[in-house]
């Protein structure tokens, strides 16, 4: 346990360390709109700064440059605002909050942590950044801050959060908040970190042997999932695609993806031959938990298609189609500019 002197002077450390290196350009760093902090937060959450400073914050926010903007938007249109970005339930999740709590999210974190998809460390983030609560932001290389600072091995949620507020300085949440995710991001390496140059050198447990903190988790193995994507094109040169449904690319269109064993299926009630069709190439994705590996398969129809699911390549260009969609899609076009 740290003596609240020893703490008083990390404080300190911490702010003069801000002042000189502290990455205090940053848009959502200069902006007290708690809505566009939220933005930043949820694309920070599984993406580096740069690509979300140089891709995506300032695109999403003129697109939708409030929440009632978002809440008012169609589906689509944040999906495919969001296309790039991955993972995307948080956009579904995003929209959903924002029709919750348009015009204007909530200030207190217990209402913003009601609201879909926003967990403590995102409602703290909104929290201290725009309304200057006294909270700690707690993200994975905070995480690893608090965790070398305690020598802590196998941390346990409560704990890390009981330690992070141990840590906090609530006089000045802002700048706290903001310098521990840039020692995170800049000096406490997961290797190598630089010890010397860290304000929290002083009161650092694990500072001898920092790589030890915390245990490093075996990762599993990750399956491999083979399939067939169908790139069906009717008889008007329209393509067909499904829009997804449920936690794994929700709202993306794609390919219709079979198994490999199938050796035909139906589409509009009708019957579809594999040994009718042609192998176009093969692609590959790795995600989280798995990797996809797809053999992609070319018919052209005789039939013109009925329902709304048939589009032109200009119309498919205006829609939020995956990473591995979007390979499927310029693999067929390839085969046919060969044609
Ligand atoms: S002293 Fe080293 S291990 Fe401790 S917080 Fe700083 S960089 Fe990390």
């Not at 000045?172 to 050198?201: H, S, W």
């Amino acid at each position: 346990m740290k003596t609240t002197r020893s703490v008083k002077k990390f404080h300190q450390k911490l702010h003069l360390w801000y002042a000189v290196h502290g990455r205090r350009d940053l848009p959502w760093r200069n902006t007290a709109d708690s809505y566009a902090i939220y933005i930043s937060e949820v694309m920070l959450q599984q993406t580096q700064v740069k690509t979300v400073l140089e891709r995506f914050y300032s695109p999403f926010l003129e697109k939708f440059p409030t929440l009632q903007a978002l809440a008012d938007a169609p589906r689509d249109a944040v999906v495919k605002a969001w296309e790039g970005l991955g993972y995307y339930s948080r956009a579904a999740n995003l929209h959903d909050a924002a029709m919750r709590a348009a015009p204007s999210l909530p200030v207190e974190v217990e209402d913003l942590q009601a609201l879909p998809g926003i967990g403590r460390n995102t409602a703290h983030a909104v929290a201290a950044f725009a309304h200057h609560a006294p909270v700690p932001v707690m993200e994975a290389n905070v995480k690893r801050v608090v965790c070398r600072i305690f020598a802590i091995k196998s941390p346990k949620t409560d704990d890390l959060w009981e330690k992070a507020f141990q840590l906090l300085d609530d006089e000045n949440p802002f700048d706290y908040n903001q310098a521990m995710m840039d020692i995170g991001a800049t000096v406490c390496l997961k290797r190598a970190p630089k010890c010397g140059e860290c304000p929290a050198n002083e009161i650092c447990e694990g500072k001898l042997n920092p790589e030890a903190y915390p245990e490093k988790v075996q990762k599993k193995a990750v399956p491999t999932r083979s399939s067939r994507a169908m790139a069906l094109m009717d008889a008007a040169g329209k393509i067909h695609l499904t829009q997804r449904e449920g936690k794994f690319l929700n709202g993306l269109y794609g390919f219709v993806q079979i198994p490999l064993e199938t050796n035909h299926f139906f589409i509009e009630n009708r019957r579809i031959n594999l040994a009718e069709t042609a192998v176009v190439s093969f692609v590959t994705q790795v995600y989280s938990h798995f990797r996809s590996e797809a053999e992609i398969r070319f018919i052209k129809l005789d039939w013109a298609g009925e329902s709304a699911e048939w589009y032109t390549p200009a119309e498919i260009a205006e829609l939020a189609l995956s990473g591995v969609d979007h390979k499927i899609w310029l693999e067929i076009r390839r085969f046919l500019a060969e044609l």
